[in-house]
């Protein structure tokens, strides 16, 4: 029987489709911690300071055990998931595709593999795959100082795959199309200089030129309030380039 788990937005698990009972949140972090070690022993005082991080109750270590006895209460014999107590503590085994955070890492791998070797359209193909992995916020519903380092290396991971698919789409002419998720990009990070680049350029390759430059108006007056400094050389170049017309740009 197929088991397989989901950390890019809710933590959750299905058997063959079924959704499982996982649990309480704090039971659903003991889980998370486990699957992102991939295989790795989790002692259990390393779970106590995963689930807290700071003045766990004096029950911590009973909860734990608790926790990850109903955890294996919920895999059958049939299930290739395994969680196994070994020397002092609890290693989770599942075969390879059973996460969906592997499933993001393969992706991204075929597509730099395919950017190395000048495909950009199976690139593109890979990263749409793997962006549309993620529902929401990574570890959606889990606390604890882990789970939020967590969470925030597996969202950069997103927005990284996310301009690397907004160049490729630009580079293979889909420039109307990347306008939309950039627009998003910005939004939500306003001071990442590299995406407003990425989207005057769009702007301007889709015979937008005047947006492109407001664009570059609206950052430039962004991070003098945000920040006090200037656009970086690299975006005042592109603004140069944009304005004298220069047709590498198109």
């Known amino acids: ?74 895999l059958r014999p049939g299930d290739a998931v395994r969680i196994d107590w070994i020397g002092g503590g609890y290693v989770l085994t599942a075969p390879p595709g059973s996460l969906d955070v592997q499933v993001f890492h393969r992706h991204t791998a075929r597509a730099a593999e395919a950017l190395r070797a000048g495909d950009r359209r199976t690139a593109a193909a890979a990263l749409r795959a793997a962006l549309a992995l993620h529902r929401g916020a990574p570890l959606a519903g889990v606390g604890g100082d882990y789970v939020t380092g967590q969470r925030a290396r597996l969202t950069e991971l997103r927005r990284a795959a996310a301009v690397d698919l907004a160049t490729v789409t630009i580079e293979l002419g889909g420039h109307a199309e990347a306008i939309a998720d950039l627009r998003a990009m910005v939004a939500e990070e306003p001071l990442r200089e ?21 664009h570059y108006r609206e950052v430039h007056r962004v991070l003098a309030a945000e920040l006090g400094v200037q656009p970086g050389p690299a975006l005042r170049a592109l603004h140069r380039r944009i304005l004298t017309g220069d047709p590498a740009l198109v």
């Open 1 to 74: 029987m197929s088991v397989t788990f989901t950390l890019l937005g809710p933590v959750r698990a299905w058997r063959d489709g079924a959704e499982l009972p996982l649990g309480s949140p704090q039971q659903r972090a003991a889980l998370s911690v486990l699957l992102l070690r991939e295989g790795l022993l989790t002692t259990v005082d390393e779970l106590v300071d995963a689930l807290w991080p700071t003045d766990p109750p004096a029950s911590a270590v009973a909860t734990v055990r608790t926790y990850l006895s109903r955890l294996r209460g919920l």
């Open 194 to 214: 590299h995406c407003h680049a990425l989207l005057m350029t769009a702007l301007h390759r889709s015979g937008r030129t005047a947006d492109a430059l407001s």
